[in-house]
């Protein structure tokens, strides 16, 4: 099968190579993916600015499909099922995360697309000894899905995990959202349908910024023409008055020390995007009483809920997908998400 492989942890190292289909374990299920996405992480990765990946790899940790073939224990799963994974490849099962059934911060977690085999390939293996531990790691996808669609369910999961899960959202708030990017902007739509009073969207990128506008975002600022942030941030919404904070940014120091600088007390901020390495002074939060969480992920009650909004169509996917490509245009299709010009594209044949 041909398969985007990320062969050695060096620049440059990255082609599509023709290897066999995976082997079926008794507990495996074996994928055929219809439509895989590429994440902001995978650009990353594929610049070696990344650890989390080993190598060689099959990359690719956004897709859906269609059940091709089930080892000889499955019963949940059959050929022909529409399936979408959360990525999840293996857990420990014995420490404390997976005790309590949030598997994504075990700190054994490998994701399929990372550091083991993912979705940019005719065929993935979801392998049995995850799906043991933790069945809900295989999701249904609902019928009035497109698999384009499907394959952009795992960032909104994420979206909705760090707004309404670690975030507290309520009716009514006002949330800043830093970074426009594919999770920033479905925390926005999600923001705009849970009833936001006011959403602000920090970002440099006018593509991204404009698209923001389009789900209904009222307040856009672009830190490459604003001397100030917090100050356009207050100007926006008022002084210290951001209910819930955002960062979905990879923009360091200062947008944290901004975050703290612009919410209210007792509000709560949620550190979604990777930085590398980060000082900030954190005593002005203690005044105001903030709640800083560290985003990983969604959980099961996440994909119940994400997946129950899909079927009733309240997120408008279709329009996240800037553009669809063969997986032999992959170089095409990772710049223009390295340019920022799109929000997602996916692959839709392998
Ligand atoms: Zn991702
Ligand atoms: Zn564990």
């Not at 979408?84 to 977690?109: D, M, W």
């Not at 979206?159 to 970074?179: D, H, N, R, S, T």
């Not at 849970?194 to 970002?203: F, H, N, P, Q, T």
């Not at 960062?247 to 919410?263: N, R």
Request: aromatic letters at 8%; charged letters at 25%.
């Amino acid at each position: 099968m041909k398969a985007l492989m990320f062969y050695e942890f060096r620049e440059g190292c990255v082609e599509i190579r023709d290897v066999p289909i995976p082997p079926l374990g008794p507990d495996d299920v074996l994928l055929r993916v219809k439509a895989a996405a590429i994440c902001g992480s995978d650009v990353e990765r594929i610049h070696c600015r990344s650890t989390s990946t080993a190598t060689p790899v099959i990359i690719g940790h956004e897709f859906c499909g269609v059940v091709e073939k089930v080892g000889a224990n499955v019963r949940r799963w059959r050929p022909g099922d529409r399936a979408v994974s959360e990525n999840t490849g293996h857990v420990c099962g014995e420490c404390h995360a997976c005790r309590i059934g949030k598997f994504l911060n075990c700190p054994e977690r490998k994701v399929l697309g990372a550091k083991m085999d993912g979705g940019f390939a005719e065929f993935v293996r979801i392998p049995g000894e995850v799906l043991k531990l933790y069945p809900q790691s295989l999701r249904r996808l609902p019928d009035n899905l497109s698999f384009e669609e499907g394959a952009i369910l795992e960032p909104s999961a994420n979206a909705y995990y760090a707004l309404i899960q670690e975030g507290g959202f309520q009716l009514g708030q006002k949330v800043v959202i830093f970074g426009p990017g594919a999770i920033g902007l479905f925390a926005a739509a999600w923001a705009k349908l849970a009833g936001a009073a006011e959403i602000v969207l920090v970002g440099g990128s006018k593509t991204r910024l404009e698209f923001g506008r389009q789900l209904g975002v009222g307040h856009l600022v672009n830190y490459r023409e604003t001397a100030d942030v917090t100050r356009a941030v207050a100007d926006a919404i008022g002084e210290n008055q951001a209910d819930l904070v955002l960062d979905v940014s990879s923009g360091g120091d200062q947008v944290l020390a901004a975050a703290i600088a612009m919410a209210r007390p007792l509000a709560r901020i949620v550190k979604v995007g990777w930085t590398g390495s980060q000082t900030v002074n954190l005593d002005p939060s203690m005044r105001k009483g903030l709640t800083i969480i560290g985003h990983l992920g969604y959980d099961v009650v996440t994909w119940d809920r994400i997946l129950a909004l899909a079927a009733e169509n309240r997120m408008d996917y279709r329009a996240f997908i800037s553009a669809v490509f063969p997986l032999e245009r992959w170089r095409e299709a990772f710049q223009g998400m390295e340019d920022r010009r799109y929000i997602k594209a996916v692959f839709n044949s392998f």
